[in-house]
Nanobody, 119 residues
Framework: QVQLVESGGGLVQAGGSLRLSCAAS????????MGWFRQAPGKERELVAI????????TYVDSVKGRFTISRDNAKNTMYLQMNSLKPEDTAVYYC????????????WGQGTQVTVSS
């Protein structure tokens, strides 16, 4: 079992920055591919970014490329999402999730942290 806890959300003006953290307990994160997802009111949950178990590979949804950076520190069992140049359309609840390296689905989820970007 892996327990994930997000932090770092809040209210920020458009153009501002936030850094989300996802702290894990229970098992070492190095066994997992990690991802950030978000869900805005009335919309489906979408994948924002994924990072490989080593941190050497990352993938982003087109809408955040060049603005968001996903990273991880396996020694601290923590993953991060640096969000710059935030836009009102980035407003959502952000979730971190973990997928076993040989698995096909994200099995473990955090409770989410609210990010609100005002115009």
């Amino acid at each position: 079992q892996v327990q994930l806890v997000e932090s770092g959300g809040g209210l920020v003006q458009a153009g501002g920055s936030l850094r989300l953290s996802c702290a894990a307990s229970g098992r070492t994160l190095s066994r997992y591919i990690m991802g950030w997802f978000r869900q805005a009111p009335g919309k489906e949950r979408e994948l924002v970014a994924i990072i490989s178990w080593s941190g050497g590979g990352t993938t982003y949804v087109d809408s955040v490329k060049g603005r968001f950076t996903i990273s991880r520190d396996n020694a601290k069992n923590t993953m991060y999402l640096q969000m710059n140049s935030l836009k009102p359309e980035d407003t959502a609840v952000y979730y971190c999730a973990a997928r076993p390296i040989r698995g096909s689905e994200f099995e473990y989820w955090g409770q989410g942290t609210q990010v609100t970007v005002s115009s």
